[in-house]
């Protein structure tokens, strides 16, 4: 099994920076991509940034230019570094991992932490 945990997240004003962090423990070699998703309130989950095990990377059209996503495997952790906050990036942001070279991981998934970014 995969563990996840997220940490990094919080309230911040438009226009600010956060950075998520997503630390992976038990069968990491197992993973191959990762990423990060989101859930606001009333709409579905949606993938916002993922990373693949040779480090090519596909974002979400809202969020490119913005957001940065990033994996240190010496620390088996995943990044994602969150600039030019808006209110509609207002979710919580789940971490996920997969077993396959995919753009869409979702085989593991962390307990979510929220982004609340106030205008």
């Known amino acids: 099994q995969v563990q996840l945990v997220e940490s990094g997240g919080g309230l911040v004003q438009a226009g600010g920076s956060l950075r998520l962090s997503c630390n992976a423990s038990g069968s990491i070699f197992r993973i191959n991509a990762m990423g990060w998703y989101r859930q606001a309130p009333g709409k579905q989950r949606e993938l916002v940034a993922s990373?693949?095990?040779?480090?090519?990377?596909n974002y979400a059209d809202s969020v490119k230019g913005r957001f940065t996503i990033s994996r240190d495997n010496a620390k088996n952790t995943v990044y994602l570094q969150m600039n030019s906050l808006k209110p509609e990036d207002t979710a919580v942001y789940y971490c996920?991992?997969?077993?396959?070279?995919?753009?869409?991981?979702?085989?593991?998934w962390g307990q979510g932490t929220q982004v609340t970014v106030s205008s």
């Open positions: 996920a991992a997969d077993r396959r070279y995919t753009p869409k991981p979702n085989d593991y």
């Open positions: 990373i693949k095990g040779g480090g090519s990377t």
